[in-house]
């Protein structure tokens, strides 16, 4: 219809009296009509009409998003799901609330390979499509994983809050954030230069983009609004979605393991109202009462006669230690070398030789000459595969130190 316009303006006055032609021109009257309703067309006189000039790339946008639904709906009903393409949620961005949901699909967004898509059955009863997310960030995740997508990262970080905290009269100084470090214990393992080194290394990233100035080593000169501006930079900066894996199992696998699982932690808060009573929604509620049964079964919780559940004091450090002693032994025989499980509190230091990917979470292999064992991973020791490192057990996590590289919040 494009084509035949003249400077976007179509006369369909004139028409030959042959029935082919008379019919052609009846459909594309009905053509117009439609665009006319979606704010694509206008009639200035009958059978005369303007094209809007975002009416094609409307069109070829609308067009595109047909193949996203029919792709959706192809990828579910391969794997057994029906829904309903009026749930399908088609994400230009990241999303403004975060979503829950299994990975029924992942593919690469662009041929470079740097940006990802995925298609979520989210515990909302709605599937999401949300593309242009960083593929680090979803590394472990498989179709069945259960992730979380939120809004890009904008939040001010831990280190600005610390600079403008130390600055007096709009002036930072390191030697004085030093002195204050050293009083009050701050560096992480006693390392306090570090520790301030890693702030003067992000007001040098903010000095390029102009936000902080440099006046000498000593001396930074720092806005009024600097945390808003450092925070605003991190935002433009940072448009991909905020990725997390909570659970690189699905639903099945989780319901009879021995660790502690994302089921888990969603059957102990009691708090279900985040969960449709339909799609994906509605399976995860059939499997926290499947996984509840399980832990009766196990005795890890009872039902008393009034139908409560008490579940076993500390229930997921209970489960977390099981599995953990369990993949422990079947690693030992395998590598020959004996297992010692970490206590809490304990500093454990060895050469990082892998990852064990457990119900309860990764770990970190950590090897001696006599023994190993199995820490919370967290991404600063990726790059140490194969060195020693040193981390400290704390809770179900780990702070690692590596060398005299500390794992800040910067």
């Known amino acids: 219809m494009t084509e035949e316009a003249d400077d976007r303006f179509l006369d369909l006055r004139h028409e030959p009296d042959e029935p082919r032609r008379q019919f052609n021109r009846a459909l594309r009257l009905r053509r117009l009509a439609k665009l006319e309703r979606m704010g694509l067309a206008i009639e200035h ?11 094609e790339p409307t069109m070829r946008e609308m067009g595109e998003r047909g193949d996203i639904i029919r792709d959706m709906h192809k990828v579910l009903k391969a794997d057994g799901m029906e829904r ?12 403004e609330t975060p979503i829950v949901g299994r990975v029924v699909d992942k593919y690469l967004s662009d041929e470079l390979g740097e940006n990802l898509t995925l298609v979520v059955d989210g515990i909302d009863g709605q599937t999401h499509h949300v593309a242009g997310i960083d593929p680090a960030r979803v590394e472990d995740a498989r179709i069945g994983s259960i992730v979380e997508i939120g809004p890009a990262d904008t939040g001010q970080r831990p280190s600005d809050r610390s600079i403008a905290a130390i600055a007096e009269d709009g ?3 390191p030697s004085r954030h030093l002195e204050q470090a050293k009083f009050e214990g701050r560096g992480p393992g006693g390392e306090y230069e570090e520790y ?3 702030h003067v290394r992000r007001l040098e990233a903010l000095r390029r983009a102009g936000i902080v100035e440099r006046i000498d080593a000593d001396h930074w000169r720092i806005p009024d609004d600097f945390e808003s501006r450092a925070a605003a930079y991190d935002a433009g900066r940072n448009r991909q979605a905020s990725v997390r894996v909570l659970s690189v199992f699905d639903l099945e696998k989780q319901i009879g393991a021995d660790g502690a699982t994302w089921l888990d932690r969603r059957l102990l808060s009691a708090d279900a109202s985040d969960l449709a009573l339909a799609g994906f929604g509605q399976q995860v509620r059939e499997a926290i009462d499947q996984r509840r049964e399980h832990h009766i079964e196990q005795r890890d919780a009872t039902r008393s006669r009034d139908g409560r559940i008490f579940y076993r004091r500390s229930l997921l450090v209970t ?4 599995e953990i002693a369990r993949i422990g032994a079947e690693m030992a025989e395998g590598k020959g070398l004996p297992f010692r499980a970490a206590t809490d509190g304990e ?5 990082f030789t892998g990852t064990a990917q457990l119900t309860s979470g990764k770990f970190a292999i950590v090897e001696k000459s006599h023994e190993f064992t199995l820490v919370p991973w967290r991404p600063v020791i990726d790059r140490q595969l194969g060195r020693e490192v040193t981390g400290i057990v704390q809770g179900g996590s780990a702070s690692w130190k590596i060398g005299r590289q500390n794992e800040l919040s910067i």
């Open 45 to 55: 006189a009958p059978g005369v009409w303007e094209l809007s000039e975002h009416m």
């Open 84 to 95: 309903d393409p009026l749930t399908f949620q088609i994400h230009d961005g990241p999303p």
């Open 171 to 173: 002036v930072y100084r």
């Open 196 to 198: 301030v080194d890693a």
């Open 319 to 322: 489960l977390r230690e099981r």
């Open 347 to 351: 500093s454990v230091s060895g050469r």
